[in-house]
């Protein structure tokens, strides 16, 4: 694991738990019958945290070639996530009347 800092490691690994936190907290939020569309973004977070954690595990592996696949299953799963991520927030807008 010497190919990052101690730095880079830390800021990856606390943005991987900032995330599940956020994940967390939103379905949390979404419980409350006023906000229940929120559910949907924090499905609609899932694959970019699968995604930050294909790229930790190639990170840990020392960026060998063997492992490169991570790195396009990173990229993928980013894709997927931002496209929920939209999706969940044109969701929310469109239901926001039920917040007035």
Not at 18 to 40: H, R
Not at 53 to 66: E, F, L, P, V
Request: net charge neutral; hydrophobic share 55%; charged share 10%.
């Amino acid at each position: 694991m010497h190919e990052l800092s101690f730095g880079t490691w830390l800021i990856h690994i606390s943005s991987v738990i900032e995330w599940i936190f956020a994940i967390l907290v939103i379905n949390k939020i979404s419980t409350y019958k006023k906000y229940n569309l929120f559910f949907w973004l924090s499905l609609a977070m899932v694959p970019n945290l699968i995604g930050a954690m294909c790229a930790i595990a190639w990170h840990i592996y020392d960026n060998q070639d063997a492992f490169y696949g991570l790195v396009t299953l990173q990229g993928l799963f980013t894709l997927i996530g931002n496209s929920t991520l939209a999706l969940a927030a044109i969701k929310i807008f469109r239901g926001k009347e039920t917040y007035e």
